[in-house]
């Protein structure tokens, strides 16, 4: 089913006035079809079509990067994945990780697929159109993982230009889709890097406990080599994840996040047994379980990486 939009919600996306969506109907730039009640509702192509005549298309490679396990990486590709689509934008969800979460997360078979990211890390004539499938979602895309990818990064060793390969296979496809999140696995392996390499932005998901704090330190020492080495510099957000504010040392932890990371924070993800069980039912939470804590905090998220980069100077 295609998904549709209400001429105030196209307003709100778009940041612009309800007048101003009439004034492009008048002109005969959007067309919107008519729903029960007689409302307006207008699709993803007119989205992205105010977009881009407001200006207020964003291209984006967001990498969910963490080396730590269990943080809540596959969750957030998910769960974002599915309210930056509410946001009426078109995204692709890049599986890395072997076990392939990601994949079967979307009731998808990993090994259902003749090619994976897998080959599109390894196999210099496989392109990223050969690897995208649907999801199922509409404006949803994936690339899907599976096992072998627990090889690939011995083969990548052998190749030249290694960092490189996924943004140079991506570039092919950027205009597609608005924004392309990254899974990353579980270490700081050369698949990860690609990842990097091929993000505009990291965000980094994080649970609420001392030992956090080291694998941050290791990943921010990376983020440095990356910008040092390659001149590549991500804008990096903290994701503090399974956040309980009844546990006083989760608040203090918060507060001492919030002073060293001031406004590279993004709003903690609650603890919501609906983020669990999203998965079993194949959906992100989002559609599944709309009124659930855990989407509505992905949705402001969402909200947070869509807006506009104010200028220092800007007043708040
Ligand atoms: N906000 C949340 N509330 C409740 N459970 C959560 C939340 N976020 C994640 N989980 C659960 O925590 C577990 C680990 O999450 P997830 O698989 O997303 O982490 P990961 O960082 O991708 O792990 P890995 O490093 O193994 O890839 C999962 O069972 C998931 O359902
Ligand atoms: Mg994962």
Not at 59 to 85: E, H
Not at 262 to 268: A, F, G, P, Q
Request: a neutral charge; proline letters at 4%; hydrophobic letters at 45%.
């Amino acid at each position: 089913m295609n998904r549709t939009f209400t001429a105030g919600r196209l307003a709100e996306i778009a940041g612009v006035t309800r007048d101003h969506i009439s004034q492009l109907e008048n002109d005969g730039v959007l067309a919107p079809a008519r729903g029960e009640r007689n409302q307006r509702l207008f699709t993803a192509d007119d989205v992205s079509r105010v977009l881009d005549l407001t200006g207020r298309r964003v291209r984006k490679g967001i990498s969910v990067v963490n080396q730590k396990g269990g943080v809540g990486k596959t969750t957030t590709v998910f769960n974002l994945a599915g309210a930056l689509v509410l946001e009426g934008r078109r995204v692709l969800a890049v599986d890395l990780d072997a076990q392939a979460s990601l994949t079967v997360s979307f009731g998808l078979d990993p090994s259902s697929y003749a090619r994976t990211s897998h080959d599109l890390l390894t196999d210099d004539n496989t392109s990223a159109a050969d690897v995208i499938a649907a999801t199922g979602v509409d404006g949803l895309d994936i690339i899907p993982a599976d096992i072998r990818l627990a090889s690939a990064d011995v083969l990548l060793r052998e190749m030249i230009m290694r960092e490189r390969i996924l943004s140079t296979k991506l570039e092919k496809i950027a205009d597609r889709y608005d924004v392309i999140l990254f899974d990353c696995p579980p270490n700081l392996s050369t698949i990860t890097i690609n990842a990097l390499v091929a993000s505009t932005e990291a965000v980094v998901p994080m649970e609420t406990q001392f030992y956090s704090i080291k694998a941050v330190d290791d990943l921010t020492r990376t983020f440095n080599l990356l910008a040092a080495r390659m001149n590549h510099h991500l804008a990096v957000w903290m994701l503090p994840t399974k956040i309980d504010l009844r546990i006083k040392l989760t608040k203090e932890f918060l507060i001492g996040m919030e002073a060293n990371f001031k406004d590279r924070m993004l709003t903690s993800i609650r603890t919501d047994a609906n983020l669990a069980k999203a998965p079993m039912v194949k959906e992100p939470a989002v559609f599944s379980f709309p009124a659930s804590r855990g989407s509505r905090d992905y949705r402001r998220i969402a909200r947070e990486l869509l807006a506009p980069v104010r200028a220092a100077s800007e007043p708040a």
